[in-house]
């Protein structure tokens, strides 16, 4: 195999997960797949796995030997793969969405060089957009550049986050929320941490945080990096783990209020109950 430069590891991932929406889409429309929830109380469908395994065999058939880390395939080596080249997948995030009939769904494939994200894309089929980027060479939804907003202050900050499916660890979180409601403009939860980044990246949000997992993010860091956004770990992160792959405590942003949102969320956090 000849190495693929950048700009052509872009375009096959966005065909690939333009190909795995189109799978997703007819998957709705048919309505007979069955569900079932994973540990935690997290929901999966025969739709994730099937995409799952549409996405690993079109990454093999371009990229053969290359390591996939994948939500459906191969979740528990999360933070413990160290292949040089590593792609990592989410079929479907935004399962609940997807199964709720919701239009928050996307195919997130992020692509990592040791250690560093370089190339993602982020597929929303019932949306019709496809956010993609690849390393120093900026984002773009549907081909048109993208960049983030010129928020400058918390006032004017439209916050996206998430929650956990354990509901016994949703309760510390509501400290952030509060701190949010009360200095931000408002709160936005679509269900869909890839989204979420990419609606940072183009502006419609002005902040996201969240703890969530490598292959929700992957993607959607790259896109946001590469679009101007500041990304960035509330707190610091494990020396054995490469940042662009470390899911806890993310913080994603217009450049103008990175510091304040973080300052307003650690400040949360050290908040007595």
């Known amino acids: 195999m000849s190495e693929h430069t950048l700009a052509?590891?872009?375009?096959?991932?966005?065909a690939i997960a333009e190909e795995a929406g189109q799978m997703i889409v007819k998957a709705?429309?048919?309505?007979?797949?069955?569900q079932r929830l994973k540990k935690d109380n997290e929901l999966v469908t025969d739709v994730d796995v099937a995409v799952d395994k549409l996405i690993s065999q079109r990454l093999e058939e371009h990229f053969p030997g290359e390591a996939r880390l994948s939500e459906e395939l191969a979740p528990e080596s999360a933070l413990h793969e160290t292949a040089p080249k590593l792609w990592v997948v989410d079929p479907i995030d935004g399962t609940v969405n997807?199964?709720?009939g919701l239009r928050h769904v996307a195919v997130s494939i992020g692509w990592m060089e040791e250690g560093v994200a370089k190339v993602g894309v982020v597929h929303a089929p019932f949306l019709g957009e496809t956010f993609s980027a690849s390393e120093g060479a900026g984002a773009f939804c549907n081909g048109k550049t993208i960049q983030p907003s010129r928020a400058d202050s918390l006032a004017h900050t439209l916050v996206g986050t998430g929650f956990p499916y354990r509901k016994e660890e949703r309760k510390h979180l509501l400290k952030r929320l509060e701190a949010v409601l009360l200095e931000c403009q408002d709160v936005r939860r679509n269900g869909a941490a890839a989204l979420d980044l990419c609606d940072v990246?183009?502006?419609?949000?002005?902040?996201?945080?969240?703890?969530?997992?490598?292959?929700?993010f992957v993607a959607g860091w790259v896109i946001a990096r590469?679009?101007?956004a500041r990304v960035g770990h509330l707190y610091p992160v494990p020396s054995a783990v490469p940042e662009d792959i470390y899911?806890?405590?993310l913080l994603v942003t217009a450049p103008g209020v990175y510091d304040a949102m973080a300052y307003l969320l650690l400040e949360a956090d050290q908040r007595k109950p």
Do not use: K, M, N
């Open 8 to 14: 052509a590891r872009l375009e096959i991932t966005i």
């Open 201 to 216: 990246a183009c502006g419609r949000l002005d902040a996201y945080y969240e703890s969530v997992s490598p292959w929700d």
């Open 247 to 249: 899911p806890d405590h």
């Open 226 to 228: 590469e679009a101007g």
């Open 28 to 34: 709705r429309e048919q309505q007979d797949f069955a």
């Open 98 to 100: 997807f199964a709720q």
